[in-house]
């Protein structure tokens, strides 16, 4: 493997100033330090998370909707150069949101969505922050695109990678679901499957990351601009619902970032005015085999305790999610909850929204759907309030978890009468 890029640029501490345009500086999330936008990630202070910290300009909706019908008709709210779409990339968002009336009507929601970003490139959300952080890591040096990942995020850090021509290094769980493996490898990356959980590969990505000064880990060193991709979920669901925060949003949990980002984008809308500034309650989702962010709500705890996971939903199978504290944060201010719910709940509730409408999701979207049904359920959602659910990934990924559960409904010969006795048909 071949790779450009010195350490000196990639770390950000020298050569010229950076365009990564409304994008002004890095802050700790824990401390509050700031320091000058760079290839880092935690603070030299406390060694908290560092985030992306703006000076927006002047923006407006007539701006935004002139723009690209992709996430950079949100650029000005992204740590971005403003020359990020003349390069080559994957396009990736503005993806429907489909009224789901029929799904409503199942679960007792009056006004729900479901925002489906299994039309994404490579069929998941990670498109979005792969795209983000590809841009980022360009302006900061790197020629390198690499990452540690439970399936979606390998699938589109390869593709991006070849997209942009550049080379790409995959580390993955040797469990992951044969799909994911599949789609990833047939981007001719550097796929390689680690013996252990997500979060050992996580570790050892990290070390890697330190190893290797070249490499852009989208997901360790870069990922304060990586994490920033989510915000275009939550800056396309307002302008979709025609420039309104939902009232209530349905997130699932794996490190917890999505659901961070999506708060902080309805809070830069509701400040900027580009929507009404009244409420909005944030909600999460996990799945029982993996649920320490739920536990951790359940038991009114600020520690995320890891756990070992075990459950159909690979994709958010992270035992130790770097957000967690911070998902905690933002379900409790704004009168959310996270729940968890088990494996069969999860198959039910994909199966559910195939019938209902016509959306085969992976199974963090049956997480998703199945505890909107259980907060509901609890008390914890309004029925009559407009709800989001976010469908993070395409069922494609993860057939394993319902084979066996469908298939057809009889087998006949080439007859008609056969047909109609199949049917029940006169």
């Known amino acids: 493997m071949t790779a450009s890029g010195s350490s000196s640029t990639a770390s950000g501490t020298d050569g010229p100033s950076l365009d990564l345009g409304p994008a002004a500086a890095l802050a700790c999330r824990a401390c509050g330090h700031r320091l000058a936008l760079a290839a880092e990630f935690a603070c030299p202070q406390c060694f908290g998370p560092l985030e992306v910290a703006y ?34 990339n994957m396009d990736p968002g503005f993806t429907r949101l489909v009224k789901a009336d029929r799904l409503g009507a199942e679960l007792g929601f009056r006004n729900l969505w479901v925002k489906d970003d299994t039309g994404n490139p490579t069929h ?37 990678a070849a997209r942009a021509g550049w080379d ?22 550097f796929l390689l499957a680690v ?10 990505a ?59 984008a309805y809070g830069e809308l509701a400040s900027l005015g580009l929507v009404d500034g009244a409420g909005w309650r944030i909600s999460g989702a996990q799945a029982a085999g993996c649920s320490p962010v739920s536990t951790a709500f359940a038991e009114g705890t600020d520690v995320v305790r890891p756990q070992k996971p ?32 088990t494996d069969d709940e999860v198959r039910e509730a994909m199966r559910l929204l195939a019938r209902t409408e016509g959306i ?43 084979e066996g559960q469908v298939g057809p409904t009889a087998t006949v010969p080439a007859t008609s009468a056969a047909v109609r006795e199949a049917l029940g048909l006169r």
């Open 195 to 204: 013996d252990g959980s997500y979060d050992d590969v996580n570790r050892l």
């Open 55 to 88: 000076d927006f300009g002047r923006i407006t909706r007539e701006q935004i909707e002139r723009g690209p019908k992709s996430i950079w008709r949100y650029k000005d709210l992204l740590p971005v150069p403003s020359t990020v779409e003349a390069h080559p």
């Open 124 to 160: 998941s959300f990670k498109d979005r922050v792969v795209a983000v952080a590809l841009a980022a890591a360009r302006e900061l040096g790197f020629r390198v695109l690499a990452c540690p990942s439970t399936g979606n995020l390998a699938n589109a850090t390869a593709a991006a």
């Open 206 to 264: 990290t070390e890697l990351a330190f190893e290797q000064e070249d490499w852009a880990f989208v997901n360790v060193n870069v990922r304060p601009y990586y994490a920033e991709g989510s915000k275009s979920l939550g800056y396309e669901i307002a302008e979709q619902l025609g420039w309104r925060i939902p009232a209530q949003t349905v997130i699932p949990v794996a490190s917890g970032s999505q659901l961070t980002k999506i708060d902080k």
């Open 310 to 341: 075990d459950t159909i939903a690979r994709s958010l199978a992270i035992g130790n999610p770097a957000d967690g504290p911070y998902v905690l944060d933002a379900v409790r201010r704004t009168g959310g909850s996270v729940t968890d719910v």
């Open 168 to 189: 790409s290094v995959v580390l993955i769980p040797s469990s992951l679901e044969r799909a994911k493996v599949i789609m990833t490898a047939v981007y001719e990356t």
């Open 360 to 402: 085969f999701a992976e199974t963090a979207g049956g997480v998703t759907v199945a505890n909107a049904k259980k907060q509901l359920e609890a008390g914890t959602l309004d029925p009559d309030a407009d709800t989001v659910l976010l469908i993070t990934g395409d069922g494609l990924k993860t057939l394993d978890a319902i």
